[in-house]
């Protein structure tokens, strides 16, 4: 479990963070979303023992990470925003040294490596020099040696960034793997990674917590919600609408006219779902008046969170 107390960091008169607090419960996985400079990588900074609070705490596993470190860090694996490789060493010999920090036994380091490395698709680099990997595979580095020691709370600093779409895809599926029975939290700042990963996500915007919320049914990313606004009353359109094939629910927005309806309408997710809107309305001869895709609602409480003003 990773609490994070009343946490406030300062340098000189800039804030990075202002009275930060957020718990991601065992077994969970907790997105951290926020604009560049929101303070994503000094809370994690914090929480994982590198960097000292202003004021406040952080416990990993309820030991502080600060006071406590060997325990709090005891169960950790933590990749960093720039994960510290030692350019000399192979990838190997790195992996080795970290199984080695987290406390793996000798005998059992070999057979360890060769599991993360296998997890982190790192085969067939094996024998490369860290100075020698793209940057891809530097971040893939640095992803297998937070794996070392199999810790149970990861926390992970933009983990996908600088990888390709495939290398993406893989990491995403790991992390996923591992999220099931340990406690992760990473930052990002790509809501659709958000949005398939977490069960829970925390938006920061100017070192400040605006938005903790469990992600639910609400975001299912499987539907598409068109809003549309009909020139007819609202019975004589709702119900056909509600009865239009692939729709999943229609929800009636107010408005001024009582010969026109709004309404958001939303589909089990495929292809172009305003084809079906149409020949709806051209069957029944009522003409369209506005229509727009709704953007999905993490993306509005995203940009919601972030134009609010402190
Ligand atoms: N050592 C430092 N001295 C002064 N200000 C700092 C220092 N480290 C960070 N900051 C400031 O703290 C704020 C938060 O930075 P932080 O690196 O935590 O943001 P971030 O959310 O990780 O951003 P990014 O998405 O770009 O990685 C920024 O305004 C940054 O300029
Ligand atoms: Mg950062």
């Known amino acids: 479990m990773i609490e994070i107390q009343n946490v406030t960091k300062r ?14 419960e065992k077994g969970t996985v907790l997105g951290l979303l926020g604009q560049n400079g929101a303070g994503k990588t000094t809370l994690l900074n914090i929480l994982t023992g590198y960097l000292a609070p202003t004021s406040g ?3 990993l596993d309820g030991h502080d990470s600060l006071l406590e470190p060997e325990e709090a860090k005891r169960h950790l694996g933590y990749l960093p925003e720039q994960p510290p490789l030692y350019d000399e060493m192979t990838v190997q010999e790195y992996l080795a040294f970290a199984a080695e920090l987290k406390g ?4 059992s380091i070999p057979a360890h490596i060769d599991e993360v490395m296998e997890l982190c698709g790192l085969g067939a680099m094996r024998g490369r020099l860290l100075s020698h990997l793209s940057k891809g595979y530097r971040q893939r580095a640095g992803f297998a040696q937070a794996l070392c020691g ?16 495939k290398q993406i895809t893989e990491i995403r599926g790991l992390i996923r793997t591992l999220g099931k029975g340990r406690t992760i939290l990473f930052s990002s700042h790509i809501l659709s990674e958000v949005q398939q990963l977490c069960d829970h996500v ?9 938005t903790a919320m469990a992600l639910g049914e609400e975001n299912d990313p499987d539907e598409i919600t068109l809003q549309a606004t009909v020139a007819a009353a609202e ?3 709702v ?8 729709v999943r629910r229609v929800t009636v927005l107010p408005t001024a006219h009582s010969d026109q309806t709004m309404a958001q309408i939303t589909f089990y997710k495929q292809p172009e779902p305003e084809r079906r809107l149409f020949s709806l309305l051209s069957s029944l001869s ?4 506005e229509l727009s895709r709704v953007q999905d609602s993490l993306e509005q409480v995203f940009l919601k969170a972030i134009s609010d003003t402190m």
């Open 239 to 246: 119900s056909r609408l509600r009865q239009l094939d692939g």
């Open 202 to 210: 925390v938006i920061l915007h100017e070192g400040a917590v605006k």
């Open 235 to 237: 019975k004589s359109i």
């Open 150 to 165: 199999d810790p149970d709370i990861l926390v992970l600093d933009e983990p996908t960034v600088g990888l390709d779409p």
């Open 57 to 59: 705490r952080a416990l």
């Open 286 to 289: 009522i003409p369209l008046l």
């Open 11 to 24: 340098y000189g008169s800039v804030y990075a963070l202002r009275d930060v607090s957020l718990t991601v």
């Open 104 to 107: 793996v036994k000798k005998s």
